[in-house]
């Protein structure tokens, strides 16, 4: 949708100074309240007794009257939604075993039958579902399996909905921000959707001028030349994304997890549940459900990893407007990639041909180095990892290297950086995997390399010291191939140990299911940490240890990017990638982290547990390289 402007609203500063009834409407332009400021204000107390005591009296009937009987009518309709799930539980224990699965086909019916109603049940059973299927610790494989596949199928709300947001958001007309919306959204969740827009660049300068303000080298499609308020020229980049929160979103999942929690303490009442901890969980789901409908806690964790990753040119974040952000509306940098899925489709071409992808290793490599580094260096983790969130763009390095642009200038020649050109390339190329493959090879020709940007941050995971160091000191026992001490340290630091089930027997099954792994980790290169967390999972959940959620959502992550990784690269080895971003650990800021170490280790006697593993995979990586050596010498 077009949206065109009362006036033309590019002026420098200067031509503002003159008394005209014209300039005076672009100067109270450049300086409009923000939404941030707006939502604020809103938010502040009437002055007013009287008005004061009439939202009172409104909050005080919502709360124990209208919610209570719009909870129990959301009640019933969930209810009948679920009335032939619970008729057809019978069927759970008819049928022969299926041996791919381990599980009777009238229990793989019935999870069927269970992710369809929960898909029907809307937003919050959907995202639910998604969530059970990152618990492996706690459901059967086959019902985490059926239910990842469970999307936000959600038909779009109506664009005027979206404007009715952004008015009051703006608090003035649409035309006065921006020059042109998308109608049609980008993408449509099971809580908002987003569309494409772009800012009239008088509003980029005065508010969103470092992220949108870019080089005279860089080319995008989306990028404007315009007058600076002191006349000189700028290009700005004025495209954005907008995520607009569907309507009565808030309402219906609060509903929702009022539900969940009293259903939750209801189950808890039927035997050999307890170790679940239900209460518990639907607490952990309902406050990850809360921070999703706060679009600016989205906006708060972009701008976080963007400074995590402010000099690394291989990692990408988009980049929030923080001021013109509120809870139901998110703006930030539109992002012009190509799906992480086409490089994988093209892979699985690659292979069947016999060769590999131009830049399949490095992508992969990428995208394991940036986990880690969320993980060791910055403990906070993107807790939504799977390839829809992730997309690849292109850049030229020669078009930022401060030598080699100096030299190009002496001769005459601009080096410029057209990423966003080269990335159309690749997409109009995505339906023929022999064109992709000849494109791609020519983009590695004319010096592009790749960039991984991570998009939809609004989950992220952070451990406590205790879950933080419970994951080092686990993967520091895998890492020695302990099996043993990894079941030990599993059960001693669960949230429930006394309701272990045979812990002996429980360690004993790591052991072997470690050991085993050890003796093919020689002849395949390295250990495949999703099957061993797979193998893992299964037996915490017949012994019932009962981990932590964030704990387990960040080995659930590991699985995720090593299964992806595993895709364009299959020698892909968490352990070995782990070694050099523990070696930059070590002596960032001059080593300050080993000297703290050291001082923990004078004082405390205690080594640091990131040291710990520093050393257990230092002695793997010499250990392997020391048995492929002897191999070699025997063969020869």
Known sequence: MQLKPRYSLIFPLRVLRRPCNKCCFVYQLLFIETPLEREMAAAEPSKSAFKRAV?????????????????????????????????????????????????????????????????????????????????????????????????????????????????HAFGR?????????????????????????????????????????????????????????????????????????????????????????????????????????????????????????????????????????????????????????????????????????????????????????????????????AFLHMLIFHNFVHADLHPGNIMVQFYKPSAHHPVQLAWSKLLGRYLKDDGDVAAQRVLAARNDPAELHRELNALADEGYSPQLMFIDAGLVNELNNVNRRNFLDLFQAIAQFDGYKAGELMVERCRTPELVEDPEVFALRMQHLILGLKKRTFKLGAVKIGNLLHSAMSMVRSHHVKLEGDFVNVVVSAMLLEGIGRQLNPDLDLFKSAL?????????????????????????????????????????????????????????
């Open 580 to 636: 050099p971003v523990l070696r930059e650990y070590s002596i960032k800021d001059h080593g300050k982290a080993t000297i703290e170490g050291m001082k923990d280790v004078q004082l405390h006697g205690s080594t640091p547990h990131w040291i710990k593993v520093w050393i257990a995979l230092e002695l793997r990586n010499w250990f392997l390289r020391s048995e492929r050596e002897d191999e070699w010498l025997q063969m020869w």
């Open 55 to 167: 939202h009172r009296l409104i909050r005080l009937l919502d709360k124990y009257l209208v919610e209570p009987l719009l909870t129990f009518r959301r009640f019933i309709h969930i209810i009948i939604i679920f009335v032939p799930v619970f008729i057809t539980t019978p069927v759970f224990f008819i049928g022969g075993r299926v041996a791919e699965e381990d599980e009777r086909k009238g229990a793989l019916w019935w999870y069927g039958l269970l992710a369809r109603q929960m898909e029907r049940a809307g937003p919050t059973f959907i995202k639910l579902a998604q969530w059970i299927a990152s618990r492996t610790d706690l459901f059967p494989q086959a019902l985490c399996k059926r239910l990842s596949r469970l999307h936000s199928h959600v038909d779009p709300h109506p664009f005027s909905h979206t404007c009715h947001v952004l008015r």
């Open 173 to 369: 007309d649409l035309n006065e921000v921006f020059s042109e919306i998308d109608e049609t959204p980008l993408g449509v969740g099971a809580i908002a959707q987003v569309y494409k827009a772009k800012v009239r660049p008088h509003i980029i300068l005065k508010y969103m001028r470092d992220q949108f303000v870019v080089k005279d080298n860089i080319i995008t499609p989306d990028c404007v030349q315009t007058l600076d308020f002191d006349g000189t020229p700028v290009n700005i980049h004025t495209a954005v994304a907008i995520k607009v929160l569907h309507p009565k979103a808030r309402q219906i999942v609060l509903r929702d997890l009022t539900i969940m929690g009293i259903l939750a303490k209801t189950f808890t009442l039927i035997p050999n549940m307890h170790w679940l901890s239900l209460p518990e969980e639907v607490d952990v789901f309902g406050e990850m459900m809360r921070d999703q409908l706060d679009l600016r806690i989205e906006a708060n964790n972009l701008r976080r990893f963007n400074d995590m990753f402010k000099d690394d040119t291989s990692v990408n974040f988009p980049r929030p407007v923080l001021a013109f952000t509120t809870k139901n509306m998110l703006l930030e940098e539109y992002v012009n990639g190509i799906p992480l899925n086409v490089f994988l489709e093209q892979a699985s071409y690659e292979r069947q041909q016999g060769e590999c992808g131009i830049y399949d290793h490095k992508i992969a490599s990428i995208g394991l180095n």
